[in-house]
Each structure stands twice: as structure tokens, then as C-alpha cells.
């Protein structure tokens, strides 16, 4: 509806850059993390990156190949630039990983919702089960979190499931929360000469590991239906529902919830996930077909 | 005159409208017969409008007619919905020039300036409502779609001529006019071809005050009561509401999702004629002298790459790509937006190639509420 009743003074807002427009950031470091999978560190052409989440993403743009939801693998408020872990699956992902030192991506977000580590009641087990990629979205709450219960308080639980041994990601990270004093236990699908840990599914480590059902949090990430069996396997040692929480993965176009992809039931994930509550959203959600 | 005003305008004065809305700098838009439809385009005067034209719609049927009534508004809604308007079907969002060292970032400007859309049927700016709500009423507004919102004038016409696949009644969108309009006018023809007109804005109130137009009447007043009372009775369709979200939320295993996916052709054209489907695809285009656009075009849920990720589509049947399209417009886009997603204008089963009736196929899941498809269980 027209605001004004001449046409010349119904303009455009003040010129910005659009909603779907990316800023420009500069790789300034770059680590493999496994076979398939880089960790890129950026750095805004111009000014600070805003400030973010633990578990939100950002929309990363390969200047003509295209524009894809990576979360963000640092931790807020860390010194230095922030990071994203990409696995090589797609053709953005393929170029992303391999963009030089130097090279100019595009960053849009950052977006989502974020995992409510500071909502964690005082002296509560966390508990963070995740299958190979989706410990990037983790990372940084686990950091923060391993960091933070040094001091005292409730343990810190992260059974993560690999790929193989060789295909261990953040495998430097996990050996540093361990010295740290975390409880961490590595699965493989498939065992290696020399290995010596277990074989199996990421769900099998939980009847080992010693937390306090009924006073933890836990927080899954990884394949959908690795998101699933886990959250089961949690409930069933008697963890609250709603004290589970996932991180969901649908299409995403846009990142804001103007391209109508990234649905899932009554969730638009990009704007309404993609951390959200197992108990009372996506229990129900993980049970229905092709939604 | 101010907003919530009445008054009437004479058929022979349409012209001083449009002539006004012109020379305020809009771009005048309004139905026009093409290719055998009514559909939008820029409009000079009166005679541009469809004089005489009448609609036949029915499920996977649209046919056009001429007599001999001096009838511009004859019709109910054509293929084309407004959302083209302010929500381009395709347009490039940024371009980008890329050197070694330099990515220079700019925004294509919108050249075309304000538009004023005429012959917007209540149910099409109840449709506007809805694509604001998604487009412009979240964190993240649309900028390029709201700056046309902001800037354009909506001239609505109250529905005299609903099709047999109208169900705008059910719905609450018409067919007499509401929400966010302009000028709403009623056709009059019965007693002098004239124009019902309702002020509904200020900007609204400052076009008429450069039209001539003149003080109502009791029998203007009830002849537009006729006309929208006569089209209540003559809605082809209706849709039960009640509890709808409720009831297909919880019947996501129907036996009729896979019977409908028998018929259906999964091709699109229910969400392409939708004034509120707003799925959009974004791809990078990129030349050898190094400028990279990013391209923005209509998309639909029923191509199976709406839901693809890394591994596939996550909806891989027609089945399920139906039960998301018709899922979405009744039930979770209340979830999501908080209001439904449809509006009852019919265009989704005009438009379908072998006449799905959206209402016809929620009536059959209401019937058998809590069936389950022989065979099929839930994941577990």
C-alpha cells in the first residue's frame, strides 16, 4: 500500500547492502582436516565479523560456483578470525576447499539458532554425541564448555562416530579436551590395522559412558538418522527429552527464510532451527517420511 | 475525502483515475485479454480493460468469452497473480566483478519505478498480506521485494463474478474487499454503469481527490450489496476450516496422499499460478570477463531437487511433494507464519493439467480422518 500519495517520494530506504548479498572476507588460513574435509579461517575485507552463536551458521558464497549454510566451527568471542568446516560433497563445498590463502569468499549470517550452552544447569553432565562433520558445529561449545568445567561443575561427555581411523576429524581438538579432563570416546564404521578402539555405531559408546541421565544435557549432531537412534538411546538411559537437543539440515537457499527450501513440517530450519528441542519438535519430526 | 470514505465514481470518469494514478509518477497495471486469458499489463485508460470479457473456470479448465455488457470486471481471477508484481520470477539479486585481489559487489537497481495495480480482487490483496507477512515481515525482509511493496498503489475490485473453483468465502478474503488497499471499487452496472469506491488509505484519499466523483446513494449502497450478496451464492466451491491444520497434521500416513500422487504430474503449475507460493532457487552465473551474477527465479516444491542434500532428495515421491505443497498452504504455514496459506482463489485447480481440486482432496482426508495407508508404517 502506498505510504505517500506521490509516486517520487515512495523511494527505497537509505542504500545497504541487501539481505541476500554477501560481504566479502578473505581466507586467511586453511587446515585439512581429514581426507575430504577443510577447515577455512576468514577474516571481513572490511571491519570486525559480527558477533555469534555457538551452532549458528553462515552462508558462504565461491564467487561463481554458488552459495551454501556452513556452521561455524570457532567459538564466539575467540581471538582471531572465525572458521568453518567444509566437506569437499558438492560443487560449492569442492571449491571452498579448495580456495588459497588469500582468496576472497563471500559470508552472509550469521543465522539459525544456537546452542543454549549457557542455559545448562549449574553442575549438569553435558553430553555431545556426534558423527564426523557434524562435530563442526559443536567445536566451539565444546571448547567453550571443556574450558569452562575445568573449574568445577558437571563432566563433560563427547562420544563422537568416524568414519575410519584415518578419517578422525578435529583429531587434535579431541586429544585436547581429553588432556582437559573430558570423558571422549571415538567410534569408526569401518576399523584399520592399529586401531584399538571400538568398531561400531556412535549409539553403541553410550552404555559405557557415565553420566548422570537425570541431571545432564546433550546435544546431538550428525547424520539425521544418527540424530535419531541417539536421542532414543539417550532417552531410553532416562534423559529428559527436552533436554536433548539436535541440530537439523534441510536445503538451504537463502539462510532467512525467504526461499521456502529449507522446510521441515512447521519449521522453516534455517529461521526456526537448526538447533531445536528433540522432546516435543523433532521426536515428532525424526518419525515422519520424506518431510 | 478521508480514509473509511464512500463515494461513487461514474463509468465515464475510470478514465480521470487511471489518468491520476499516472500523473502521480505510477505505473498503471491492470487486467488485460492475452493469449486467450485475462492477464496484467499496462493499462492508459478504460478501453484497455476487458470490456465485455466473462471467465469459465472449472478444475483443468479455463475458457474466455465476449457479449455484449459494458461489464470491465466480468471475470474472476486469470492465471497471472499479482506477486509477479513486486516478487520478479526471475532477477538478478548482486553482481560481481572479480579480479585477483578485488570483488566489487553491486545491486541491479529497479528501473521500472512505483506501480499502481488495478482490478486486484480481495482474495489477491488478502494474497499481497500473506507474501508480505513471509517476504517482508520476518529478521531478514526482502528489501528488493518491499521496496516495490512500499512504493505501489492498490486499486481492488470487489468480486461480482467468482468461478465454479472459487472459495474465497471459506477462506474470509472476500469477496467483498479488506486489508491493505487504496481505493476498493464495486462495479455497478444494473441503474447506470458506475463505481462503488471505498477510500482505504490516505494515499487513497489524495488520488480521489483528483477524480471527480460524487456523494452515494441508498440504491448505490444496496445495488453493491446485491452484486456481493449474488456472489457469496454463486462461490463454486467451498473448504471446511475448521481444525484444518489440525487434521492434516495428523493424517500425514492417508491412504489419499498416494492417490492423489496417481493423478497428480508433480509439474508445478498449482505453485507457478499460486499468489502466495514464494519458493525461490538462487544459481551463480558467471562469464569469462570475470563478473559473477547471482540469479533469483521462481521455484517449486514439487521438483524433486527442492529437497535435495547431500545424498538426494529428501522427498522423493510425488506423494510426499503433494503432501508438502498442500500440507504447507493449510496447515503448517499456520506454524510458520501464523495465518493459512491459501486464500481461495481458485488459480491451483484451474491451472492443474488434470484438474486436482485442492478442496476436494482435503474433504477426502476429513472423510476418513485417521486412516492409514495399507501397508505403511511410520519410520521407526
Known amino acids: ?167 578422525i576429524l578435529f583429531a587434535e581438538d579431541l586429544e585436547e579436551w581429553r588432556r582437559s579432563g573430558a570423558h571422549v570416546a571415538v567410534t569408526v564404521d569401518v576399523g584399520a590395522p592399529g586401531w584399538q578402539g571400538p568398531v561400531g555405531v556412535v549409539t553403541s559408546l553410550l552404555p559405557d559412558t557415565p553420566f548422570d541421565p537425570t541431571h545432564c544435557a546433550a546435544f546431538a549432531c550428525g547424520p539425521e538418522i544418527m540424530m535419531r537412534f541417539a536421542a532414543r538411546a539417550l532417552v531410553d538411559r532416562g534423559v529428559d527429552p527436552r533436554q536433548i537437543r539436535v541440530s537439523l539440515e534441510r536445503n538451504m537457499q537463502c539462510g532467512v527464510g525467504l526461499c521456502g527450501h529449507c522446510q521441515l513440517g512447521p519449521l522453516l530450519v534455517c529461521r526456526d532451527g537448526p538447533v531445536v528441542p528433540y522432546g516435543g519438535v523433532a521426536d515428532r519430526l525424526f518419525m515422519e517420511r520424506q518431510r | 475525502m ?31 485479454v492475452r493469449d486467450g486469458a485475462i492477464v496484467h499489463g499496462a493499462v492508459s485508460g478504460a478501453h484497455d480493460l476487458p470490456a465485455g470479457w466473462h471467465d469459465h473456470q472449472e478444475p483443468g479448465c479455463y475458457r474466455l468469452e465476449q457479449d455484449e455488457s459494458p461489464e470491465l470486471f466480468g471475470w474472476a481471477v486469470g492465471p497471472a497473480s499479482w506477486k509477479s508484481e513486486f516478487f520478479a520470477p526471475e532477477e538478478t539479486v548482486w553482481r560481481a566483478s572479480i579480479t585477483a585481489q578485488q570483488v566489487t559487489l553491486s545491486e541491479p537497481d529497479d528501473a521500472a519505478g512505483p506501480v499502481a495495480i488495478i482490478g486486484a480482487r480481495p482474495c489477491e490483496v488478502s494474497a499481497l498480506a500473506v507474501l508480505d507477512r513471509v517476504l517482508m515481515g520476518g529478521a531478514h525482509p526482502d528489501d528488493r521485494y518491499a521496496a516495490r511493496r512500499d512504493g505501489a498503489f492498490v486499486v481492488a475490485v470487489e468480486c461480482g463474478a467468482p468461478a465454479s473453483t472459487c472459495f474465497c468465502t471459506s477462506m474470509g478474503t472476500g469477496p467483498s474487499a479488506r486489508g491493505a488497499f487504496d481505493l476498493a471499487l464495486t462495479e455497478l452496472v444494473e441503474g447506470g454503469h458506475r463505481f462503488h469506491v471505498q477510500v482505504g488509505s490516505e494515499a487513497g484519499a489524495a488520488v480521489m481527490a483528483r477524480v471527480p466523483h460524487r456523494a452515494i446513494t441508498e440504491s448505490d449502497r444496496s445495488a453493491r450489496q446485491d452484486v456481493l450478496e449474488d456472489a457469496e451464492t454463486r462461490m463454486g466451491r467451498s473448504l471446511d476450516t475448521a481444525d484444518l491444520p489440525g487434521l492434516l497434521a495428523r493424517n500425514l500416513e492417508h491412504p489419499r496422499w498416494e492417490e492423489v500422487a496417481k493423478r497428480c504430474l508433480s509439474c508445478g503449475n498449482c505453485t507457478l499460478v499460486c499468489p502466495t507460493c514464494f519458493c525461490s532457487d538462487v544459481s551463480d552465473v558467471s562469464d569469462v570477463s570475470g563478473t559473477v551474477e547471482r540469479q533469483r527465479r ?76 495399507t501397508g505403511e508404517r511410520r519410520a521407526s
Open chain 1, 1 to 167: 500500500m502506498a505510504m505517500t500519495a506521490t509516486a517520487e517520494h515512495a523511494g527505497r530506504p537509505a542504500p545497504q547492502r541487501g539481505t541476500l548479498s554477501p560481504e566479502p572476507y578473505r581466507v586467511t588460513g586453511r587446515r585439512l582436516e581429514g581426507a575430504d574435509v577443510v577447515t577455512l579461517a576468514l577474516e571481513p575485507h572490511h571491519g570486525r565479523p559480527p558477533t555469534f552463536a555457538h551452532g549458528q551458521f553462515n552462508m558462504l558464497t565461491a564467487f561463481g560456483v554458488g552459495e551454501i549454510a556452513i556452521s561455524i566451527s570457532s567459538a564466539p568471542g575467540a581471538p582471531g578470525p572465525i572458521e568453518h568446516s567444509v566437506r569437499d560433497v558438492g560443487a560449492v563445498t569442492h571449491a571452498l576447499c579448495r580456495t588459497p590463502i588469500g582468496a576472497t569468499v563471500g559470508v552472509r549470517g550469521p543465522f539459525g539458532t544456537h546452542w543454549d550452552v549457557d542455559d545448562i544447569e549449574e553442575g549438569a553432565d553435558v553430553v555431545m554425541v556426534v558423527g564426523g562433520i557434524g562435530l563442526a558445529p559443536l567445536r566451539g561449545a565444546l571448547r567453550d564448555l571443556v574450558d569452562r568445567r575445568r573449574s568445577g561443575g558437571g563432566r563433560v561427555f563427547v562420544l563422537a562416530g568416524m568414519r575410519s581411523p584415518d578419517q
Open chain 2, 2 to 32: 478521508d480514509v473509511g470514505d464512500i463515494a461513487v465514481l461514474e463509468r465515464e470518469d475510470l478514465d480521470m483515475l487511471i489518468a491520476a494514478l499516472r500523473s502521480m509518477g505510477f505505473r498503471t497495471i491492470g487486467p488485460v
Open chain 2, 298 to 373: 521462481w521455484a517449486s516444491c514439487f521438483d524433486l531437487d527442492h529437497s535435495y542434500l547431500h545424498g538426494g532428495p529428501v522427498r522423493l515421491t510425488t506423494a510426499s511433494r503433494y503432501r508438502q505443497w498442500l500440507t504447507h498452504k493449510l496447515s503448517t504455514w499456520w506454524d510458520q507464519f501464523d495465518e493459512s496459506g491459501c486464500v481461495g482463489c481458485g488459480r491451483c485447480l484451474t491451472w492443474c493439467p488434470v484438474g486436482i481440486d485442492l478442496t476436494e482432496e482435503a474433504a477426502a482426508i476429513r472423510a476418513a480422518d485417521g486412516a492409514v495407508a
